[in-house]
């Protein structure tokens, strides 16, 4: 079991830049893997990174690939999404969400615990 607390969302303008932080709690956090998703209105939720429970592997969604990067800090029970060069379709609710190891980092419906969303809302 992990509780999942996200925060760093808000206004930006385009071009500009975020730090998103997701709050983990107790001792197995080092156990999951870390995933990042996001969900538009009148979009489905997706995948847009995903890190591994040693942070080896990590994954990006083609609409992110080269702009923005997850990292986590086990020793803090955190992990991190910086977006950077932001455009207006970032625009979304962005989630935090742990999956128990044994299967890859993309296995999306594996994916168990999440936390509440921040709104991230970027204008031209």
């Known amino acids: 079991q992990v509780q999942l607390v996200e925060s760093g969302g808000g206004p930006v303008q385009a071009g500009g830049s975020l730090r998103l932080s997701c709050a983990a709690s107790g001792r197995t956090f080092s156990s999951y893997s870390m995933g990042w998703f996001r969900q538009a209105p009148g979009k489905e939720r997706e995948l847009i990174a995903a890190i591994s429970q040693s942070a080896y592997n990590t994954y990006y969604s083609d609409s992110v690939e080269g702009r923005f990067t997850i990292s986590r800090d086990n020793a803090k029970n955190a992990v991190y999404l910086q977006m950077d060069s932001l455009k207006p379709e970032d625009t979304a609710v962005y989630y935090c969400?742990?999956?128990?190891?044994?299967?890859?980092?993309?296995?999306?419906?594996?994916?168990?615990?999440w936390g509440q969303g921040t709104q991230v809302t970027v204008s031209s």
């Open positions: 969400a742990a999956k128990p190891r044994g299967s890859t980092i993309t296995t999306v419906r594996e994916y168990k615990y």
